[in-house]
Nanobody, 127 residues
Framework: VQLQASGGGLVQPGDYLRLSCLFSGRAFNNYRVGWFRQAPGKEREFVAAISRSGTRSATADSLRSRFTISRDNAKNLVYLQMDRLKPEDTAVYHC?????????????????????WGQGTQVTVSS
């Protein structure tokens, strides 16, 4: 399994970005996916997660009003739409996948559940 995150960059406060995570190597619809981020000097933290079917998802409480996760199983892609970006959103954003054959509607917010990780994409929010 390989995950490739893209779409990061340098933006100004208030701007938006859409991150993409391209999955390859196995049947994508057997994997639930999450986004995590790590800012300099901080621990990695949960951002958002989505079920295999895409019907259910979760976003960190502090980000829910601005970030949205979605997936396109036909294209093996997961997206993270980030609106009204703030300097504190600056971090490396990683996507991760967890093999989960049962209950297509379940997602997980637990970092330890994810077996596969992408290399990350840098998001910098600065004026």
């Amino acid at each position: 399994v390989q995950l490739q995150a893209s779409g990061g960059g340098l933006v100004q406060p208030g701007d938006y970005l859409r991150l993409s995570c391209l999955f390859s190597g196995r049947a994508f619809n057997n994997y639930r996916v999450g986004w995590f981020r790590q800012a300099p000097g901080k621990e990695r933290e949960f951002v958002a997660a989505i079920s295999r079917s895409g019907t259910r998802s979760a976003t960190a409480d502090s980000l829910r009003s601005r970030f949205t996760i979605s997936r396109d199983n036909a294209k093996n892609l997961v997206y993270l739409q980030m609106d009204r970006l703030k300097p504190e959103d600056t971090a490396v954003y990683h996507c991760a996948a967890d093999f989960h054959r049962s209950n297509a509607w379940e997602y997980t917010t637990q970092e330890s559940d994810y077996d596969y990780w992408g290399q990350g994409t840098q998001v910098t929010v600065s004026s």
